[in-house]
């Protein structure tokens, strides 16, 4: 099956990937992707101002900034205490069906992209990519604490936004 990801711009040490076939139409997936209030539900991301103060619009632009709390391993456990990051999205792409943002932090110690996507597949269903590439001199530290629980929290946030979308009915 083609992807629907951009080729990776760069390289490093720690890629992370999870895929899923979602079985609704793709304008329902891609609704939910960029419905970051929805998020909570089976993913914690609010759009923010670069103080991290949540903007009136949660509809994902370029240039904004995105607060995120995640369970890394993965959790919907608010009991469990979460990561938080602040990242900028880089790119929307509505008309392909794509949406990316980057880590804030300084790219010599962490560089990292995430991309999402959805395409449609030939029997009417939603094929979900998502990627992320961890570069710079604190991603050997990624590679070495965190890579395995970071893989499973890919893979969960892929099958909770199937269990979300396929479960509105």
Known sequence: MPTNLPPPTYTGPVQRNASTV??????????????????????????????????????????????????????????????????????????????????????????AERWQAVSATEDGKTLYESREIFAGSGAYAIKLFISGDLEKSFVAQAEGLKAYVEGQA
């Not at 992707?33 to 998020?39: C, E």
């Not at 602040?86 to 929307?92: C, N, P, R, S």
């Open 22 to 111: 979602i079985d609704a139409p793709l304008e329902k997936v891609w609704a939910a992707v960029i419905d970051f209030p929805s998020y909570p539900q089976w993913r914690s991301q609010v759009v923010t101002d670069k103080n991290k103060n949540p903007l009136p619009d949660q509809t994902p632009v370029e240039g904004a900034y995105l607060v995120m709390k995640v369970h890394i391993p993965p959790s919907l456990d608010d009991s469990i205490p979460t990561i938080s990051a602040f990242e900028q999205i880089t790119h929307v792409q509505p008309d392909l069906h794509r949406v990316a943002w980057k880590s804030l932090l300084p790219s010599w110690l962490v560089k």
